[in-house]
């Protein structure tokens, strides 16, 4: 058994959006780390082919639309007490200002904010959360440097960026941690729906704004695996920029 604070040994650890992009590399990295990793998304097929990935052994799936009440309650009531829960669910929907109706609004507020707080909310409430356990929460460096188009993303980052500051004054006291990350732009399947609409050369200019080039969701992933461990045990109400110097010049 490895003694480095570093590691996941024994840790139970519950993934949202774990079947793409940030989430699947997370629980890759996590499960590499010593963890038993509990997977969730909507697509059973895709958490079914991360979970052959993994490493280790005692990991699991459960299929869940965090939209849905019903399952939230149903994942919860599955798993049993977690050591860290990292909550990558989400989806990025742009649209003018003037393009905005409550729908849209809705639709970007209640899956990036509203089901992580409801989430979190039930598993506190059902008593499913160790003392001294890490949350994660994915936020964006467009909570605090929003772009045009968008503002419903932004503000949804925006409110879970206080919300994590919130929950880590809430249950310091018995050790558990609330920290987010705040990527700039990672190679995943969401990115390549941000760029569709982007000629090459304005998704050229972008990336050469970046001085040590875009993300990668390992990146993210070790990041995260980081702020779960014990190493992390004096960080918490903290917001980890990721953005390969992009922030730099601005
Ligand atoms: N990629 C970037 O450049 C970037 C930058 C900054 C921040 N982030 C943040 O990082 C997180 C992960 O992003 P990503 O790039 O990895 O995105 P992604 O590849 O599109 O993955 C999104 C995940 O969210 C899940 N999901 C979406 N709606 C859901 C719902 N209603 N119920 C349950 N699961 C749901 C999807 O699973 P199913 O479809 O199977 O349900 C999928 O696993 C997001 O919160 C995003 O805002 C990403």
């Known amino acids: 058994m490895s003694t480095t604070p570093f590691h996941l040994t024994d840790k139970t650890i519950l993934i949202t959006g774990a079947s793409s992009g940030i989430g699947r590399q997370t629980a890759i990295e996590c499960a590499a780390m010593g963890a038993k990793v509990i997977l969730?998304?909507?697509?059973?097929?895709?958490?079914?082919?991360?979970?052959?990935?993994?490493?280790?052994?005692?990991?699991s799936t459960f299929t869940c639309d965090l939209l849905n009440a019903l399952d939230v309650s149903a994942l919860v009531n599955y798993i049993g007490a977690v050591d860290g829960v990292v909550h990558?669910?989400?989806?990025?929907?742009?649209?003018?200002v003037s393009f905005l109706t409550r729908e849209k609004m809705d639709e970007t507020i209640h899956t990036n904010f509203y089901t992580v707080v409801e989430l979190t909310t039930a598993l506190f409430k059902a008593k499913k959360v160790n003392r001294g356990a890490s949350m994660v929460f994915l936020s964006s460096i467009s909570g605090q440097h929003p772009h045009k188009g968008g503002s419903m993303y932004a503000s949804s980052k925006a409110a879970l960026e206080a919300f994590s500051k919130t929950v880590a004054l809430e249950y310091a006291a018995k050790a558990i941690r609330a920290n987010c990350i705040s990527p700039a732009m990672v190679k995943t399947p969401m990115f390549d729906?941000?760029?569709?609409?982007l000629s090459a050369q304005a998704m050229d200019e972008h990336v050469a704004?970046?001085?040590l080039g875009v993300g990668l969701p390992e990146d993210i992933a070790r990041a995260a695996v980081f702020l779960l461990s014990p190493a992390a045990r004096w960080i918490t109400g903290t917001n980890l920029v990721m953005d390969g110097g992009?922030?730099?010049?601005y």
């Open 88 to 96: 990558c669910a989400g989806l990025v929907k742009p649209f003018p």
């Open 209 to 211: 704004k970046y001085p």
């Open 193 to 197: 729906d941000a760029v569709a609409g």
């Open 246 to 249: 992009l922030l730099l010049e």
């Open 40 to 59: 969730t998304a909507r697509n059973d097929g895709r958490l079914n082919n991360v979970m052959a990935e993994l490493p280790g052994s005692g990991h």
